[in-house]
C-alpha cells in the first residue's frame, strides 16, 4: 500500500486562511466558486472565515485525494500567484514560459488572467504534473 499523498498543505491553507476573508485558502483547495464568494463578501462578513478555521483540515483531506501529485508544488505554485501574479511567476514556474513573459509584460494581462488563474491553478498544475510524470 503506497503512503497517502499530500499534495496541499494544512500549514500553508492555515497561512493563507489569515487572508482567507478574501477567499484565498478556498482558491488553494479548489474551491473557486466559494472563492469567489468569499472575496466579494469578506469571507461571508467574516462569519464563513471564522467557520472555515475548523474545516481546513476536511478540505486539505479533499484537495489531497482531489490533485495529482508531481514535480510542481502546489504550495509553490499558489505562493507564487498570491503574492506575485501579475509578475507571470507561477507560469515561468510551471514552465509556460511564453504566458509567463506576457503576464510579466501586462501585469498579469491586466489581472484577468490572474483571476483565471486563482480559478484553475490545481487543474494546471495537476495537468503538469501528469505531463512530467509520462514524458
Known amino acids: 500500500?503506497?503512503?497517502?499523498?499530500?499534495?496541499?498543505?494544512?500549514?500553508?491553507?492555515?497561512l493563507l486562511w489569515i487572508f482567507g476573508f478574501l477567499g484565498s485558502h478556498r482558491f488553494y483547495y479548489g474551491k473557486p466558486i466559494t472563492g469567489t464568494i468569499w472575496f466579494f463578501t469578506l469571507g461571508l462578513l467574516f462569519i464563513g472565515?471564522?467557520?472555515?478555521?475548523?474545516?481546513?483540515?476536511?478540505?486539505?483531506?479533499?484537495?489531497?485525494?482531489?490533485?495529482?501529485?508531481?514535480?510542481?508544488s502546489y504550495n509553490i505554485g499558489w505562493l507564487l500567484l498570491t503574492f506575485t501574479g501579475v509578475f507571470g511567476l507561477h507560469r515561468m514556474y510551471m514552465g509556460k514560459w511564453i504566458t509567463g513573459i506576457i503576464y510579466l509584460l501586462t501585469g498579469g494581462l491586466f489581472l484577468v488572467g490572474v483571476l483565471y488563474d486563482f480559478w484553475t491553478l490545481n487543474g494546471q498544475i495537476s495537468e503538469r504534473n501528469q505531463e512530467v510524470k509520462f514524458s
Open 1 to 14: 500500500m503506497s503512503p497517502e499523498k499530500d499534495t496541499h498543505s494544512k500549514l500553508f491553507g492555515y
Open 49 to 72: 472565515w471564522i467557520i472555515d478555521l475548523f474545516l481546513i483540515p476536511a478540505m486539505d483531506r479533499e484537495a489531497d485525494l482531489k490533485f495529482r501529485e508531481g514535480e510542481v
